[in-house]
């Protein structure tokens, strides 16, 4: 099986690193390909351009969006690991998602660009298991209380994925990692991601529907 790691931070030596580098050799471990995608450290612009727009209205695609949709579909899993940021994930990762999960691409709406706004929606993704890592430094209780993990499964998980036929998601997040205090902490945590990736990619692993748990925990 081959793996997809998109990353985002912009400083080597911190926590988010050591949970990616947990991440990758759990992976290989497991027998996983694993490819690393960086976002800061392959230069990725997270703006969109007039070239990605005249793109969602059907012009050519840009030249970069063009080799991420080849490592996306090179892909059998992906994984996204990256620090929380109010709520969601970093600028950088979110503008790679509206760059590249693009339409006739990610999705469709009927035919194709003609009948947006007349046509139903159709994911192009393949169900592709997916693995949202997020390192947190706020509490769990905190999460919980404000509503901010429910939040970010409807907006990232059924918003986003589902959106495009990835229905399969797994969302997980590390609490409580920041400071000195919280080092024990960071360091059970370690120990915590690869059982989450141990069991993400086991082949006894039964799909997450996250689409459907949404509407099953809204009834």
Known sequence: MRTLVIFAHPVPGTYPFAVLETVIKTLRDQGDVVDKLDLYEDGFDPRFTREDH??????????????????????????????????????????????????????????????RGQAGLKGLLQNRPTLLLGIGGSTERTYTRYGYDEAMRTNIDVGVFSYCGIRDVVSHTLFDVEGDANAERRADYLNEVKEVVSDFVSPDREPHDAKEAHFRERQ
């Open 54 to 115: 005249s793109h969602f209205w059907g012009g050519p695609k840009p030249k970069d969006v063009q080799r991420y949709h080849q490592m996306v579909e090179k892909a059998d899993r992906l994984v996204f690991v990256y620090p929380v940021y109010w709520w969601g994930m970093p600028a950088i990762m979110k503008g790679w998602i509206e760059r590249v999960f693009t339409g006739d691409w990610a999705y469709v709406y009927g035919d194709g660009v003609a009948d």
